[in-house]
């Protein structure tokens, strides 16, 4: 069973940064995709970024090109989340998730694979104040 397992939110001043971690165990097959997303009160869960753990194909939501940064240190089956240059409104739950058929999706060069993942790890939360 895939186990994910979030850290290191918190609370930081507008400006700030922040580097999230998901600890991943439990994978049958090699190749998977892990992803970063978020849910602020009252609104949709929106993707943030993902990755593929072997070919370490990324995907960024518009939004956060430029200021979150994704990375996976396969050694320490960690994902990483860094997140520069906080804003109010990225304030909300963080939560990683994981998924097979998403790296089979981003191997083949699909758009839409960071999304809709099978394997959930419980949030942390990230307060950025103003």
């Known amino acids: 069973e895939v186990q994910l397992q979030a850290s290191g939110g918190g609370l930081v001043q507008a400006g700030g940064s922040l580097r999230l971690s998901c600890a991943a165990s439990g994978f049958t097959f090699d190749d998977y995709a892990i992803g970063w997303f978020r849910q602020a009160p009252g609104k949709e869960r929106e993707a943030i970024s993902c990755?593929?753990?072997?070919?370490?194909?990324?995907y960024y939501a518009d939004s956060m090109k430029g200021r979150f940064t994704i990375s996976i240190d396969n050694a320490k089956n960690t994902v990483y989340l860094q997140m520069n240059s906080l804003k109010p409104e990225d304030t909300a739950v963080y939560y990683c998730?994981?998924?097979?058929?998403?790296?089979?999706?981003?191997?083949?060069?699909?758009?839409?694979?960071?999304?809709?993942?099978?394997?959930w790890g419980q949030g942390t939360q990230v307060t950025v104040s103003s």
């Open positions: 998730a994981s998924d097979y058929r998403a790296a089979v999706l981003a191997l083949g060069r699909s758009t839409n694979w960071c999304h809709d993942y099978t394997y």
């Open positions: 990755i593929t753990s072997v070919d370490r194909i990324t």
